[in-house]
């Protein structure tokens, strides 16, 4: 049984946060300060939402190249000399509820976080 999934249409512009690329693009404008809301919502929504099929290609393949993986949903990963595999991956639940919380305009700390990130903040 194969499960789709659609994103929904307040999320236009995901693509460009996706990949390699996306996630440089990030980078860039967390160090830049310029980390936007929407910046944040997309990935809430890509960890909510978001495949785990190459955290699972890693657990389950042998010699599988890390470099070409999305791993971001991987919180944690051990393996035991007994062969035993034990995989955390991201609590969605709690990402699907800040995702609500950004999207009801409901005060999630984002924008204290935001203005430090961007140098705004007061200084304790």
């Not at 991201?90 to 919380?101: H, I, N, S, T």
Request: proline share 2%.
């Amino acid at each position: 049984m194969q499960l789709s999934f659609s994103f929904p249409p307040w999320m236009k512009g995901r693509s460009a946060m996706e990949g390699k690329k996306g996630s440089k693009t990030l980078q860039k404008r967390i160090r830049a300060g310029t980390l936007t809301r929407e910046d944040v919502a997309r990935r809430l929504a890509e960890l909510a939402f978001g495949r785990a099929n190459d955290c699972v290609k890693l657990v389950l393949e042998e010699g599988v190249q890390i470099d070409g993986l999305d791993l971001s949903l991987l919180r944690e990963l051990k393996r035991n000399d007994k062969g035993t595999v034990e995989v955390q991956l991201v609590d969605r639940l709690k990402a699907l509820e800040q995702l609500a919380l950004l999207a009801q305009g409901q005060g999630t700390d984002l924008e204290s976080f935001l203005q430090a990130l961007q140098g705004g903040g007061e200084e304790p």
